[in-house]
């Protein structure tokens, strides 16, 4: 009896065919590459990982984690990030590692969606993660490394919007004061849903100028003009740290030749809390949303009892082969048909090709049902068919 669910999936979940599956495994063999020559050597942590201590700690919202039992009743989740996972190995099994610690991965991530529709709840991410440097110059290396890894991949046209939530924090702890009345501010910023943090905002309890200066805040996007902008918003200790380490950010990316990829977003908020400082996002050209992120993390990890402060950065794969528009042409391919008296031809003159770097698909006649239909898919055609001994011509 058919199942009425047989041929659906799970919500956000996605099959990858052939197509698209080599085109994110270029795109993705040629980003690893590129990390490793940078010295960040690729890691695997499980997919599953305990609620209480990596689930918790990854910061994401609660209803986007997908949760299971294991045999002992303890709490597991799906690991919605890496760098928890991470943040959990440079505790436990590097712990005896010296700082800094530069590392990689490529991991298939899940994020429960609760609508139907386009957002996938699994994708893969690739990054990476630079442990224990506490300088703009760690800022700026996995900045720069996440550009040179996305033109490794073939994406030329992009740009990099950094902003700093210490700065964010600064501003909102100054004018609204109270953590719930920020968070909720940082909420409508984190969904980008500027209309309702300015309905929200002519709702509080504050003064004309205050309510200005908030909004003031929606419009400091641009080059490092806007840093200048931004100090006559809010100039308390914190805010000016946040921007003296902006500026040094933009010093070092100039040495990287960066500065024409980027615009100072000073409202950028995302969608992990355990960002402390410099945040920032790649896009593409031609899509709306973001396909890498990042930003440094300096709390996180004396959760794991080691404290030490960290930066890094993930590529969304998915959005990135959207980027990349074209998928890869398909290479050549020979289809042998023989019978089974001349097998042993067959194979090889496959071997032969095959060696020589070339795409052979082998198929016994007998097991084809519809030879029109399949010798219409290749572009060369070879036959090992009967009894006469001989070569198989390939009709070019
Ligand atoms: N883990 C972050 C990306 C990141 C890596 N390191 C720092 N941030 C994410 O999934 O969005």
Known sequence: MTEPFMFEKPLGMRDTLPVLYETKREATNSMQQMMERWGYYPIETPALEYYDTVGDSSAILDQQLFKLLDQQGHTLVLRPDMTAPIARVASSSLKDQPLPLRLSYCANLFRAQQHEGGRPAEFEQLGVELVGDPTASA???????????????????????????????ALLADI???????????????????????????????????????????????????????????????????????????????????????????????????????????????LG????????????????????????????????????????????????LFSSERRKEALTEAAKLRGRGEVVVLQDVAGAADLDGLTAAYQHVLSYIGQTQGEGARDE
């Not at 700026?140 to 890894?149: C, D, G, K, P, T």
């Not at 419009?219 to 006559?232: F, P, Q, S, V, Y």
């Open 176 to 286: 609204v004061g109270k953590e719930e009345r920020a968070a909720q501010l940082r909420r409508y910023l984190y969904e980008k849903n500027f209309v309702g943090f300015k309905q929200h905002v002519k709702t509080l309890p504050v003064s004309s100028v205050d309510r200005d200066r908030l909004l003031r805040l929606l419009k400091l996007r641009g080059g490092i003009e806007t840093l200048d902008e931004a100090r006559t918003i809010v100039n308390n200790g914190r805010a000016a740290e946040a921007l003296d380490n902006l500026q040094a950010l933009y010093d070092a990316l100039e040495a990287y030749d960066l500065t024409d990829y980027i615009t100072f977003d000073l409202n950028l908020v995302m969608h992990m809390d355990y960002y402390t400082g410099v945040v920032f996002e790649g896009y593409g050209s031609t």
């Open 289 to 336: 949303f973001p396909l890498s992120s990042g930003g440094r993390y300096d709390e996180l990890l004396e959760k794991f009892d080691r404290p030490a402060q960290a930066t890094g950065f993930g590529i969304r794969v998915d959005r990135l082969v959207e980027a990349l528009g074209a998928t890869k042409a398909k290479p050549e391919e020979t289809l042998i």
């Open 139 to 169: 800022d700026a290396e996995v900045i720069a490394l996440m550009a040179e890894s996305l033109k490794a991949a073939g994406l030329t046209d992009f740009k990099l919007a950094i902003g700093h939530i210490g700065y964010v924090n």
